[in-house]
């Protein structure tokens, strides 16, 4: 066969052992046969000397076929950033690390008779990391992220969804994943409202029934940006409640070292941490960004400590204009 198709065939069979060796073997006999024997041995002492199970702790997990349906409704997310690049407390490291240290001997806790906690909620304001602490728990299992478009699913509610949602988590049944709902008071807050169409509530019940009675073969996250107010009806459901606070000064500190590290400063930016308190991870990243880029823009090799207040004062902006926003006179 030409090496392409072995190739294309050796990709294919991502995830799945049996087949992977296979298609391997075949390549290793083409090389054979060519007379390349060098190659061939070394090709056969990697594919030896590789796991012989796929299942060491961040082995990748196979994948199954998308399903067409449901395609519309779930988008597979491509992890961008690792454990270096959040900041989080003490406790929700060791929640999150309590959590992985489960999935890992899931089996052997089932064993026991005993559940494994595996459908999350993680509550918190706007940008303070559960989105991308979703993203980076799912890299460090080594799960695919999948991410459930919920306006999608909602704005779509007459005809077929509650078959889409239906299809949704059969999927999440059999893959092993961390199958994402961002922004789930939408969902919430579409099931208190009153005015809402009637089928619209049916298959917000019907979703939150199937997270009910899903045992899911990784994890079931949903995020939202609500606390108190959101219906105890979708709290209980949930095996563990993560919080993602806005940073203290402490957090602040090492929020401003990370996003530093790499940028040469004219001055001491944890000087700053005080004048940051009562924004979030996300605001404050963007008054860096733009004291950065204004370096760039000046052509200079330092940001300097004008550069960081002005950010600051466009963000401070930003932020009254968002509050007279929410509550015009
Ligand atoms: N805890 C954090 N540590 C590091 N960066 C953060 C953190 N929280 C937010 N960010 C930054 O802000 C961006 C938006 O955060 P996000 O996770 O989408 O917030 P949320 O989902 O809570 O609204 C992230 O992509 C990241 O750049
Ligand atoms: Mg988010």
């Not at 296979?22 to 190659?39: F, H, M, S, W």
């Not at 880029?293 to 401070?316: G, P, S």
Request: hydrophobic share 40%; net charge positive.
């Amino acid at each position: 066969m030409a090496r392409g198709e072995l190739m294309k065939k050796l990709l294919a069979s991502y995830g799945r052992d049996d087949e992977f060796r296979a298609v391997a073997e075949q390549i290793i006999g083409e090389e054979e046969k060519k007379n390349n024997r060098v190659l061939a041995r070394s090709l056969r002492k990697t594919l030896e000397a590789g796991p012989s199970r796929p299942s060491g702790p961040k082995a990748l997990a196979p994948l199954l076929p998308f399903p067409e349906a449901a395609a519309d409704f779930i988008e597979r997310i491509e992890p961008q950033h690792t454990h270096n690049d959040i900041v989080l407390g003490a406790t929700n490291v060791r929640v999150l690390l309590g959590l992985v240290k489960e999935f890992r001997r899931a089996d052997e806790i089932r064993r026991h008779g005993l559940k494994v906690r595996s459908k999350l909620l993680f509550c918190g304001p706007p940008g303070c990391g559960k989105t991308l602490c979703a993203e980076i728990f799912a890299a460090e299992l080594g799960l695919p992220l999948f991410l459930v478009k919920l306006d999608r699913l909602i704005s779509s509610y007459l005809g077929e969804t509650a078959g889409n949602v239906r299809k949704i988590f059969e999927f999440a049944r059999k893959q092993p994943c961390v199958l994402f709902f961002d922004e789930f008071d939408a969902l919430a807050r579409s099931r208190d409202d009153s005015s809402e169409h009637n089928e619209l509530r049916r298959v917000v019940n019907s979703l939150l029934l199937f997270i009910d009675h899903i045992q899911p073969k990784g994890f079931l996250i949903a995020a939202t940006n609500l606390d108190q107010s959101l219906d105890p009806a979708v709290w209980r459901r949930f095996d563990e409640v993560v919080w993602f606070d806005k940073p203290d000064r402490a957090m602040i500190a090492r929020f401003l070292r990370l996003k530093f590290k790499n940028i040469a400063t004219a001055f001491d930016p944890l000087q700053h941490a005080a004048a940051l308190e009562g924004y979030s991870y996300a605001e404050i990243e963007r008054v860096c960004t733009q004291a950065v880029k204004t370096m760039i823009i000046d052509r200079r090799k330092q940001v300097q400590a004008r550069d960081f207040n002005r950010a600051l004062e466009d963000e401070a902006r930003r932020r009254a204009g968002q509050s007279r926003l929410a509550s015009p006179s």
